[in-house]
């Protein structure tokens, strides 16, 4: 079970979570169609048919339409909003009038963006709202009056954030009286930073990395889950053409499936077992909306990894034997 807190008659978040970045086809102002909402039902009907009950949406995905594609879901099936958990997020804005893109945590926006969110969910309140990526001109004050307004007012239940380092989340915490329980960051075979910059400790190779060294260490000492997006590295090694791919990817998938076969499963529940064997406790947020790939994932949170598998894929991943 994930770490995140247990609500309404002690429903247990979902080890899975289910990403609806997909719903609502192409990134641009066209109406939601029928079909939408049909291909909306499917997803989120074999995301349940598997134990999944966490659904998570950005105010950005498909510019909005994936957020309306689920309202309409709950619209017509009300009996589902109180047995699933809604989190959304908001913070990046998108190029306009001669702005470029950019992120913006100022308590207007924020305040704004969640009126927006809960319209087009058409829900009362969200379960979590996370911050999605780093402002760099953030006042953690500002942010810290939006949040506590938005507690207050019963908006919002929860926050957290996404793609953010250890001393950021630090930082707004300091300011912030309600916890921030979530970080989801970009984790899997296929992005590894997240174990190399604690591997490379004291080593040359460290120059390269990226990922915020501490970040894992501070989730895990101050109880915040840790999520995953892009866990299944876009079917990179459960299915995906491999023509031009690096060797090291080509052994990794090949790995994966002789895997799947000895333990009769499926290659998606073999990289998502991969990331949730870590004691990390990582919840994956599987960003597909096609039902058949969505149910290739229910093995995930029951199947078993030695030590030895579980180094064997990660090596085979970075394409080179550890320090």
């Known amino acids: 079970m994930a770490n995140l807190p247990l609500h309404r008659r ?3 978040v979902s080890r ?3 990403g609806c970045m997909g719903f609502g086809g192409e990134w641009n102002q066209n109406p939601v169609t029928s079909e939408h909402i049909r291909q909306g039902h499917e997803a989120v009907e074999a995301s349940l048919s598997i134990g999944i009950n966490l659904f998570d949406h950005a105010d950005i995905y498909t510019q909005g339409k994936a957020e309306r594609v689920f309202g309409q879901i709950l619209a017509e099936r009300p009996e589902l909003r109180e047995g699933i958990f809604i989190q959304s997020k908001c913070g990046i804005r998108f190029a306009e009038n ?6 913006d945590f100022s308590k207007e926006h924020l305040l704004g963006s969640v009126d927006g969110i809960l319209g087009r969910l058409g829900i009362e309140y969200l379960d979590f709202l996370l911050l999605h990526r780093p402002d760099p001109l953030m006042d953690p004050e ?14 919002v239940r929860r926050f957290g954030v996404s793609n953010m380092s250890a001393g950021q989340i630090q930082l707004l915490q300091s300011y912030c009286g309600e916890p921030f329980l979530i970080n989801q960051l970009e984790m899997s075979l296929a992005k590894i930073g997240w174990l190399e910059t604690g591997v ?9 990395d990226v990922f915020p060294e501490g970040t894992l260490e501070y989730c895990r000492l101050n109880d ?10 876009q079917g990179l090694f459960s299915g995906r053409a491999l023509d031009g791919q690096s060797a090291a990817v080509q052994e990794t998938a090949g790995l994966v499936e002789r895997m799947a076969v000895e333990k ?10 991969w990331l949730m064997t870590h004691p990390a406790g ?16 229910q093995d995930a949170e029951r199947i078993v990894l030695t030590r030895e598998e579980w180094y064997t894929l990660y090596v085979a991943s970075r394409g080179k034997a550890l320090p």
């Open 142 to 155: 500002e942010v810290a009056e939006a949040v506590q307004r938005l507690k207050s007012s019963g908006k």
């Open 282 to 297: 990582v919840q994956p947020v599987i960003g597909t909306a096609n039902p058949e790939r969505i149910r290739a994932c």
């Open 264 to 273: 009769e499963t499926t290659r998606e529940a073999i990289v998502l077992a």
């Open 16 to 18: 899975l979570a289910l």
């Open 224 to 233: 915040i889950q840790i999520q995953a997006w892009g866990p299944l590295a």
């Open 10 to 12: 002690n429903i247990p």
């Open 98 to 103: 001669g702005v470029p893109g950019r992120y």
């Open 200 to 208: 490379h400790v004291n080593q040359d190779a460290a120059r390269n």
